[in-house]
């Protein structure tokens, strides 16, 4: 029995890399490819900081998730709470030592990298939360004690987010945490009033928020107001993907970022790049890619054998549509504009760094899908 | 047990919620689809045309003027290549270094050098900025030299605009400068074509051909980045060139009218009596129009502008002077077509003891001892004023200006051409009533006969009255513009009633130059070829006063302001006339010494020149 199982483990190395979810590893690298192709025309058309730096991070970051992919889903299950522990310790670390950039303080020196501790809360938060819920009993969900318990786990890094400050993050942040409340089962009337009641006092948090966002809340409502202004990345972003037409202006022709109109190309508006040159096909062809990954990591969420795994994985497919879809109404013109990076596309280690340990444990969840967690 | 019935519970509600998710994503992606398919598919070509707006901008160079020839093709006002200096701030490692460097090179003075620093601060560092703006060959080849030193520094040569004569052609052409916000207010044409260093018209047939003159701008169409900067140049579309306008004036002549002035405030006027056409018109005196292309220093400017000779006048057109005898012609030629007098009629003249009194005025004739007896002929050769008070008394004064307007007094010559020209002033009993509401006085009328008192004509008014004297008595047009083919329907309709009273004020007009005892007998010239006929004028700018009349001042002891305005009209050749002239000289004395004797010159040049005229037209030259 022992010796079987000995023989069953070493096996089980090579096995593990054959349960690998290779549809998912094949659509990222292509979105790799890419986003590199994207960062190498943001660049001007030369292998410049940003592509390489890019490509880099990338090529650490997909080994790394391989090497997450293969450990035991067990191990990041019990590295739930920790985690999450960690991370909200380096936020409030970036609170008081953190870096200062463009108004805000949102990074952390590790000297052989600057990390965006908000951007790693992103998925911290769902395992936390996956692992909360994971022990929980049906009837338990939606009692007031763990209701609270489960807000509390959320308010707490949004709240050391939002005084950096970073609205955007902070509310990718909450909608990850409520994505997985919404899994585990909490009852639909609270969803509904919580709606309800966000609507009504909208006013109220308006009145709160500080210029720059009130700016930006009044320029999505009507970008001409001030079109050299606040409206202006709205507008030009608008022109930019408008102007590609069907077939795009072709690969570093993009005479909306080449000329330097676009604001923000290489983070959050790399999208609006990649459909001026690449036009509709290219971006539905992104479209499609995007949900292919999200497909994939549901159907891996589906085939698990734990709660756990699970949860996790559906939290994490549909934060991610989420976080795409916000990235990409924003640079169309839908939604107002909000800090949110497209994921793995756009240029920012923390986010890639935080998208990559997601797959990573999505995969790991793909490996070890027969196993069951206690 | 229980834990799997949970598990199971839990698994199934998990299921079931991400299949509405699942739903609802599919419905998010889909607005996601459509909305692209909106921008990029519908509104594509909406946003197409604003992407090329964003980054396809146009530069407008200045236009290439039209130039100016005189009848012989020479060009009067021409362009020439101005050598000027750029520099592109930004492209410029060390802008000190090679901004005093430049300063070193070019001698530039403090004041220069500050004004350059000035406007280099006004702009973007990629705009370009214009250190000097017309630098002689030796400086700009001295940078050329070291251009190694200056990098950055652009030799640039550029067009503007160059008239070859100078001061020859100033009150004729204009001259051209910096366009103002003014003339940008005042024409479209020029606000439609405005580039920064444009230069317009701002007198003279510069600005009244302004818009045939300016030419189209040409078009360069760059990309551009967000900020503004040329990334590469897309098309180059080339502009016209201004229409080339040829007058009909001769340089050579307009030379002699030069230096004759040359010294001297007044003006010459020649015309062709025939046609019209202007040989030359000159105003003295006069200034460098190129003076003014690039900017005109502040004192240089004061110099022109305080000088007491008026330069910026010009008198040919704006000048209103009373015409003094000069008038004597149509006087004569009003009153024999009114049949007042016949050419016998006679008048004694008695000199300044015995005046002319009219009600208790009394009315001097020039000479002190007085003419005697003299009939027409004989006044207009000694320009006998008794004589003229009595046939203007006889004539009246409205009967007179009938005349006087009918020969061009008292209206523009060149229409709307010039927008300096002044009406002059042929007064009547109306005019008087209505301007001054005083009834017209009989005194009037008689200083009016001998060209005083209200009446006022510019020179080119009165070179047009003696060349339609001269050529028998036809309405002529004159014109500057060579192919100006405007039909007038009353061109060579006859001016008078009797054909032979004009060759009678014609005859009496060449007695006053080519016989003894006429006013400018000492200008005659005696080959018949070059004879002219002629008319003296003294016009007084102040009332003569008894006690000036005791003194009888030379003109030279009398204060400048106050000294007589000598006048002169000729046409030549008295046999077959085809010129006439007219000459002022301000204060300059007697119009018989001072004015008569630069027709001498002139008639010699304008009738040798005729024939070259004369072939150039038959293009005999160009057959050669």
Same mark, same amino acid.
């Given at each position: 029995m022992y010796q079987h199982t000995r023989f069953n483990n070493k096996n089980n190395f090579f096995q593990k890399f054959g349960n690998l979810d290779y549809v998912l590893l094949i659509c990222l690298l292509i979105l790799g490819f890419i986003s590199l192709a994207t960062m190498y025309s943001t660049d001007g058309g030369a292998v410049l900081f940003h592509t390489r730096s890019h490509f880099i991070k990338f090529v650490i970051f997909f080994s790394m998730m391989i090497v997450i992919s293969l450990i035991n889903i067990k191990f990041w299950f019990s590295l739930g709470y920790l985690s999450y522990g960690i991370i909200l310790g380096m936020l409030i670390w970036t609170i008081n030592f953190g870096i200062t950039a463009s108004g805000s303080k949102r990074w952390i020196d590790l000297y052989f990298l600057n990390i965006q501790p908000s951007e790693l809360m992103k998925i911290f938060i769902i395992l936390c939360l996956a692992k909360y819920f994971h022990r929980m009993k049906a009837q338990h969900v939606n009692s007031f004690y763990a209701i609270c318990f489960s807000l509390i786990i959320i308010f707490v890094p949004m709240s050391l987010v939002i005084i950096q400050p970073d609205l955007g993050t902070s509310l990718l942040i909450a909608i990850s945490g409520i994505v997985v409340l919404w899994f585990a089962g909490l009852n639909h009337k609270y969803f509904f009033y919580s709606c309800l009641f966000s609507i009504i006092s909208l006013p109220i948090v308006i009145s709160l928020l500080k210029p720059y966002q009130k700016l930006r809340v009044l320029t999505f409502l009507n970008?001409?107001?001030?079109p050299l202004g606040a409206g202006y990345q709205i507008i030009q972003s608008k022109i930019a993907v408008g102007s590609g037409?069907?077939?795009?202006?072709g690969f570093l022709k993009g005479t909306q970022s080449y000329l330097e109109f676009l604001p923000e190309k290489h983070t959050d508006f790399i999208f609006t790049l990649y459909s001026e040159e690449f036009g509709f096909i290219g971006s539905v062809l992104l479209l499609l890619i995007y949900s292919i990954i999200i497909y994939r990591v549901i159907r891996i969420g589906a085939l698990s054998r734990s709660y756990f795994a699970k949860l996790f994985c559906y939290s994490f497919g549909t934060s991610i549509f989420i976080y795409i879809v916000i990235n990409m109404s924003m640079v169309l013109g839908?939604?107002?504009?909000?800090?949110?990076p497209l994921p793995?596309?756009?240029?920012g280690g923390s986010s890639m760094l935080a998208t990559m340990i997601g797959f990573g444990i999505v995969m790991s969840a793909k490996t070890h899908s027969q196993q069951s967690i206690a | 047990m229980i834990n799997i019935s949970d598990s199971a519970t839990k698994l199934n509600s998990l299921n079931r919620r991400m299949f509405i998710l699942a739903t609802a994503k599919i419905i998010i992606l889909g607005g996601i689809v459509s909305r692209l398919f909106f921008l990029q598919v519908k509104e594509n070509k909406k946003y197409l045309t604003l992407s090329d707006k964003n980054r396809i901008r146009e530069w407008k160079l200045p236009p290439i003027r039209g130039e100016f020839k005189d009848?012989?093709?020479? +060009?009067i006002a021409g362009n020439f290549e101005a050598y000027q200096l750029h520099i592109?701030?930004?492209?410029?490692?060390d802008f000190r270094y090679v901004i005093y460097r430049v300063k070193e090179l070019l001698e530039l003075s403090e004041k220069q050098f500050k004004k350059i620093l000035r406007k280099k601060n006004e702009i973007k560092p990629w705009e370009t900025l214009i250190v000097a703006d017309n630098l002689s060959w030796e400086k700009f080849s001295k940078i050329n030299n070291h251009l190694y030193d200056l990098n950055g520094v652009k030799p640039v040569i550029s067009i503007s605009r160059d008239y070859p004569y100078k001061e020859n052609f100033t009150h004729v052409l204009g001259y051209v400068s910096q366009a103002n916000e003014n003339d940008l207010l005042t024409n479209e044409n020029i606000k439609e074509k405005f580039v920064p260093g444009l230069k317009v018209g701002k007198t003279g047939l510069e600005k009244s051909f302004e818009k045939k003159l300016i030419g189209s701008n040409s078009v360069e169409r760059y990309e551009v980045n967000a900020y503004g900067?040329?990334?590469?140049?897309?098309a180059f579309q080339k502009g016209d060139k201004g229409e080339t306008i040829k007058l009909t004036v001769d340089t050579k002549i307009q030379e002699l009218t030069n230096e004759l002035l040359k010294e001297k405030a007044g003006s010459i006027c020649i015309m062709d009596?025939? +046609?019209?056409?202007?040989?030359a018109m000159h105003s003295s005196p006069s200034f460098d129009p190129?003076?003014?292309?690039?900017g005109i220093s502040q004192d240089e400017w004061q110099l022109i502008r305080n000088n007491p000779m008026k330069p910026l006048v010009n008198k040919s057109l704006s000048g209103n002077y009373s015409p003094g005898s000069t008038i004597k012609p149509i006087v004569a030629l009003s009153a024999l077509e009114n049949e007042?007098?016949?050419? *016998?009629f006679t008048v004694q003249c008695k000199g300044h003891k015995n005046p002319l009194e009219l009600y208790g005025q009394t009315y001097h004739c020039w000479k002190k001892e007085g003419h005697g007896f003299v009939n027409l002929r004989g006044a207009m050769k000694q320009s006998c004023d008794t004589y003229f008070y009595e046939v203007a008394r006889r004539l009246g004064v409205d009967r007179l200006s009938d005349t006087a307007k009918k020969f061009?007094?008292?209206?523009?010559?060149?229409r709307d051409i010039f927008d300096n020209e002044k009406r002059g002033l042929v007064p009547n009993t109306e005019w008087k009533k209505n301007a001054l509401g005083r009834n017209w006085v009989l005194g009037e009328t008689i200083i009016t006969g001998i060209g005083q008192g209200f009446i006022q004509t510019t020179p080119i008014q009165l070179c047009l009255m003696t060349a339609q004297i001269a050529n028998g008595g036809y309405k002529i047009y004159p014109k500057?513009?060579?192919? *100006?083919?405007?039909?007038?329907?009353?061109? @060579? +309709?006859?001016?008078?009633?009797?054909a032979r009273n004009i060759k009678i004020v014609q005859d009496a007009m060449f007695s006053s130059t080519n016989?003894?005892?006429?006013?400018s007998y000492r200008s005659r010239l005696d080959d018949p070829k070059y004879q002219f006929a002629g008319k003296t004028g003294t016009s007084q700018v102040k009332k003569i006063t008894e006690r000036d009349r005791e003194l *009888?001042?030379? +003109? @030279?002891?009398?204060?400048y302001e106050e000294r007589d305005h000598a006048l002169y009209i000729a046409f030549g050749p008295y046999i077959n006339p085809r010129y006439a002239l007219s000459i002022i000289i301000e204060h300059g004395g007697s119009g018989g010494t001072v004015a008569a004797p630069l027709a001498k010159e002139l008639f010699k040049m304008i009738i040798d020149r005729h024939e070259i005229r004369k072939n150039y037209d038959n293009k005999k030259y160009l057959d050669i």
């Open positions: 970008p001409d107001r001030d037409g069907i077939t795009g202006k839908l939604l107002p504009i909000v800090g949110s793995i596309m756009s240029y | 009848y012989f093709g020479n +060009t592109i701030p930004e492209e410029i490692e900067r040329r990334i590469s140049q897309l009596i025939y +046609t019209g056409a202007i040989i190129n003076a003014f292309v690039f007042i007098i016949t050419p *016998d061009g007094l008292g209206e523009k010559v060149f500057i513009v060579a192919n *100006d083919d405007i039909e007038y329907l009353d061109k @060579f +309709t006859p001016l008078y009633k009797k016989e003894i005892r006429g006013t *009888d001042l030379k +003109t @030279f002891e009398i204060p």
